[in-house]
């Protein structure tokens, strides 16, 4: 169950950083982002263009919008990582959500394992695999919320409206809020 008291961009960023927190020690540094696309990598095999450009992506996340909050030895903890962010929305909105869109659109192309353009729901479970084995059925649900259309796939439109409310949104019930499964 969510914690209310928390702001949703809050509970988000929170969810976000361990994602993107590799090794589980509760900093992150460039190289937790590369070991993110080294999983990606070992889920979805076969894909070294793909896998460049969402390490590329990932680079630059953290050298545009992460890397002048170091704390020392190139790392960032949970506090900083979410004041970055929501620095970057502030200052910056359009230059982040670019940022963030090219890595998400990148994160999530590894997953068309079709090449038809969409993710349909066998795609997307993978997906969750890779990125920490969030229980299927919780997974599904995300799904579900992402899929605005109802049509049983996401298309780059749905991709997209999801990464600005994932990043920018504090709706509790807004769909995007599910990109990367339930925060």
């Known amino acids: 169950m969510p914690d209310l008291a928390t702001p949703v961009l809050t509970r988000k960023m929170h969810y976000m950083f361990t994602l993107l927190d590799a090794d589980r020690d509760g900093y992150l540094r460039e190289d937790d982002l590369a070991a993110v696309a080294d999983r990606m990598a070992e889920a979805f095999p076969g894909q070294p263009d793909r896998i460049r450009t969402l390490r590329d992506a990932l680079h630059r996340l953290w050298a545009d919008h992460l890397a002048h909050l170091d704390l020392g030895g190139g790392r960032l903890d949970l506090e900083a990582f979410e004041q970055g962010i929501r620095r970057s929305v502030a200052a910056s909105p359009v230059t982040l959500l670019e940022t963030l869109h090219a890595g998400a659109s990148a994160w999530l192309a590894l997953t068309d394992v079709d090449e038809d353009g969409l993710?349909?729901?066998d795609e997307y479970l993978r997906l969750s695999r890779a990125i920490g084995g969030v229980p299927a059925q919780r997974m599904e649900e995300a799904f579900r919320r992402l899929d605005r259309d109802g049509n049983g796939t996401l298309d780059p439109a749905e991709i997209d409206a999801a990464v600005v409310e994932f990043f920018t949104s504090e709706d509790?019930?807004?769909?995007?809020n599910w990109l990367y499964g339930p925060f």
């Open 172 to 176: 509790p019930d807004a769909p995007g």
């Open 119 to 121: 993710i349909g729901l």
